[in-house]
């Protein structure tokens, strides 16, 4: 996959920070200059990759030679007026109004297309990055972003919003520059939300990218249960027959998912005694599917 946008959803729980952030450090061992984005407040991935960002906007060195930054729409905004709309200094004076605040925070999907904007402009207008990897946040919080361009360039009919507002429409659709990941776990809920959210963002038109399964236990071997038959002791017994299920349970779940989507799922490991950017440099191997 050729992508240069990689936007990252799925359930709260699943892993998404994590999975972004893999995603970033698997891009940055291959030698890209690497873009990792939270959309919102810091949190999972910048906690992930080891980095806090001063503000919003401000772009810091993480683990793994990538670098992490966080958007918000009002902080967007006001980058927007500086830049596009050549306010000088009256931007200071406007954006420590109190109306700006409250202006920014009434308008429906001002923020959402804001923060779109900004990473439409770090990965197309600023030429630093090879790759920029978005952490959307929740399914239904994600889509809140990836719907707003195209509603917003349909409401204004002409004029400098729906310029911009459909060039980030466009990008979004864009399968050459473009693509939006879903991750789930391998349990029902999840692949269920996983199956809602890919079809949602089909109706969108946007570029898909892959479905992502994490936390995956292995195969187990083919004569396991052969084996698991001449475990005597009871306690033991118990315990690894009740693996063995879960592990067919996962199978068959992600057996059914795969079926539903008519294509193969990428699946990343179940990594024990790790977290943070341990954790996510070692799911890093397994996406050579979603980075090349």
């Not at 999975?19 to 200059?33: E, N, Q, Y």
């Not at 952490?135 to 009919?157: N, Q």
Request: charged share 20%; proline share 5%.
């Amino acid at each position: 996959m050729s992508a240069r946008l990689h936007y990252v959803t799925g359930k709260g729980g699943v892993g998404k920070s994590t999975i972004a952030a893999a995603i970033a450090l698997r891009a940055a061992s291959r030698g890209a200059r690497v873009l990792a984005i939270e959309l919102g407040e810091p949190a999972g991935l910048c906690r992930v990759l080891d980095a806090r960002p001063p503000s919003p906007g401000a772009i810091a060195s993480a683990a793994g030679g990538a670098h992490v930054a966080y958007f918000d729409g009002a902080s967007a905004m006001a980058e927007y007026l500086t830049r596009r709309m050549h306010l000088g200094p009256l931007v200071r004076a406007i954006i420590d109004h109190p109306l700006y605040t409250a202006f920014v925070d009434a308008a429906p999907g001002l923020r959402e297309l804001m923060a779109i904007g900004k990473v439409r402009d770090e990965t197309v207008l600023q030429h630093r990055w090879d790759v920029v990897v978005v952490d959307a946040g929740a399914s239904g919080h994600a889509l809140g972003y990836l719907r707003m361009p195209a509603m917003a360039a349909g409401a204004f009919g002409s004029g400098r919003v729906h310029r911009e507002a459909e060039r980030n429409a466009a990008l979004l659709r864009d399968r050459s520059m473009t693509a939006i990941h879903i991750v789930a776990t391998p349990e029902e809920m999840p692949l269920r939300e996983a199956a809602a959210t890919r079809s949602t963002l089909v109706e969108l038109g946007v570029a898909l990218g892959r479905v992502i399964v994490n936390r995956c236990m292995p195969a187990a071997p083919g004569d396991v249960d052969a084996i698991l038959e001449r475990v005597v002791e009871p306690a033991l017994a118990t315990t690894l027959r009740a693996v063995r299920r879960w592990e067919q349970i996962q199978q068959q779940n992600i057996a059914q998912f795969e079926a539903w989507l008519g294509a193969p799922i990428v699946r990343t490991p179940r990594v024990r005694d790790a977290a943070g950017f341990t954790q996510a440099s070692t799911i890093a191997t397994a996406l050579s599917e979603v980075i090349q």
